[in-house]
């Protein structure tokens, strides 16, 4: 009888092969420690009962356990004051006294304290959500509760999926309902136009008593509220990206309450940014213009705790993380900045070494902690690239570039680059006239979702990028 067991990230599964008959995987079950069959191929022509797989299984690890005298729980209470003072826990500050702490000394966030609590207890449910997605019905496509048909297809020409509409949900809720009306509106990477929190929160929007509740807020917030959303199927790392931006003074409101114009702003503009990766562990780095720090989820304590203090990306680092199935499509500056690499088998003074998760969080984690460069270059056919300016690209940038180093376009800041305008000030709400609905929401597309080329990392890295396209690129770009 052979048995492997392999741990995989962010879910716990047990492969075993058993009697040469088939291979079978077990999720755990992070409600009821238990676990659950998900995938089995080559079925042995015999029968074998899902029972005596996990009978056998449980056996094995009876069997480890007893010769160890250990508990299978290596965190379970023990009598040994060694084993105590091996697991005594760290005394670390809680996201909670740090964004008390950093909102009263800087009086131009001051009342965003309360909406960046919920909005990494957002991330506490969606990091949960992603454990379950396996054991839970929650895949497949998103089912409208009304029609009973399937969700609509979302701004990027994709059908929502039930993941993609909890996390969104909750993602709105977080900056909407606990805010004390600091966020007046919201922007979503799964959502064609940005809506007021008066309309998040329930509230008829067509009447001007009840549409005008959150216009005292002096901010809006936007989001992609599962990046990489594909990565869970095969347990590696996904993310939630988040930027918070100050509403321009002077800004009016429409009937609806919302503005795009609040939206369409420079990076620069931020106030507050940051991720959360659902990974091993589960981190949430943020930056409030002043540095870059991170915490970590304390899974006993269901807490987020300060472990990464004024997080430094090095100057210049060896990892690189591109998608290189796609290099061929890549434009000549990123091409022949490839190929030199290689061929000197060195970046910035280093050896070079290549990691691509496939979720941007997780690859600019990666990056962040360990210095590198990250890409995502335009090519044939997104010759914009494909990640969005505006809740993806920016407020990583903001983030690099709070903790030492950049964020590029390849031929500028990405912080600098000014989303389209809209050239008709339409209300969103364009009564009987499609025409004029449909030619707001082109030109929000515009704005909103606008790509740009992305290049995030250590700023020699990307500074030597940025030579390769100033030498090779286009003169018109």
């Known amino acids: ?152 297809v979302n701004v990027q020409g994709e059908v929502q999926q039930q993941l993609d509409v909890l996390c969104n949900t909750l993602m709105l809720r977080a900056f909407c309902g606990a805010s004390n009306n600091a966020i007046c509106a919201v922007a979503s990477e799964e959502e064609p136009l940005p809506r007021s929190c008066a309309d998040v929160m329930g509230y008829d929007t067509t009447n001007s008593a009840t549409s005008n509740i959150f216009t005292s807020g002096e901010y809006v917030a936007v989001f992609d509220p599962i990046d990489g959303s594909k990565n869970i199927d095969s347990s590696l790392p996904v993310g939630t990206v988040f930027g918070i931006y100050r509403r321009p003074e002077g800004v009016e409101f429409e009937k609806d309450g919302l503005n795009l114009d609040s939206f369409l702003q420079r990076g620069t503009e931020m106030v507050a940014a940051g991720y959360c990766l659902y990974s091993a562990t589960t981190v949430l780095v943020l930056t409030l213009g002043s540095g870059v720090h991170g915490f970590t989820l304390d899974p006993d304590k269901q807490t987020f705790l300060q472990t990464h203090p004024n997080m430094r990306i090095p100057d210049v680092g060896s990892l690189y993380s591109f998608n290189e199935a796609y290099s061929r499509d890549y434009n000549e500056p990123v091409q022949k900045f490839l190929k030199n690499m290689k061929e000197t088998g060195k970046m910035g003074g280093k ?103 992305t290049f995030l990392g250590s700023v020699e890295n990307v500074f030597e990028l940025d030579q390769f396209h100033k030498y090779y690129g286009d003169d018109d770009e």
């Open 1 to 152: 009888m052979m048995k492997n067991i392999l741990q995989l990230i962010p879910v716990l599964f047990i492969v075993a092969t058993i009697d040469k008959g088939g291979v079978y995987a077990f999720q755990l079950s992070p409600i009821t420690s238990s676990t659950r069959c998900r995938h089995q191929h080559h079925q042995h022509q015999g029968s074998i009962s899902r029972a005596s797989i996990i009978t056998s299984l449980q056996s094995s690890l009876d069997y480890h356990g007893s010769n160890t005298n250990d508990s299978l729980d290596p965190l379970a209470s023990s009598s040994s004051s060694q084993s105590e003072a091996n697991m005594k826990k760290k005394d670390l500050r809680t996201l909670q006294r740090f964004l008390e702490v950093e909102c009263w000394k800087l009086p131009t966030i001051r009342t965003l304290d309360s909406t960046l609590l919920t909005v990494s207890d957002a991330c506490k449910q969606i990091n949960r959500i992603v454990q379950r997605a396996q054991t839970d019905d929650l895949y497949g496509a998103a089912i409208d509760p009304v029609t009973g048909q399937l969700a609509e």
């Open 351 to 453: 050896k070079v070494s290549s990691r691509y998760v496939g979720a941007l969080v997780a690859d600019v984690h990666n990056v962040l902690i360990n210095g590198g460069i990250y890409g995502y270059p335009a090519d044939r056919d997104n010759p914009q690239g494909k990640l969005r300016l505006l809740y993806e690209s920016a407020p990583m940038a903001m983030i690099m570039e709070q903790a030492g180093g950049a964020g590029s376009t390849g031929y500028g800041r990405i912080l600098d680059v000014l989303p389209p305008q809209p050239h008709s000030k339409k209300s969103r709400k364009g009564g009987d006239n499609d025409d004029e609905e449909f030619d707001l929401e082109k030109e929000a597309e515009k704005g909103i979702h606008v790509r740009v080329p």
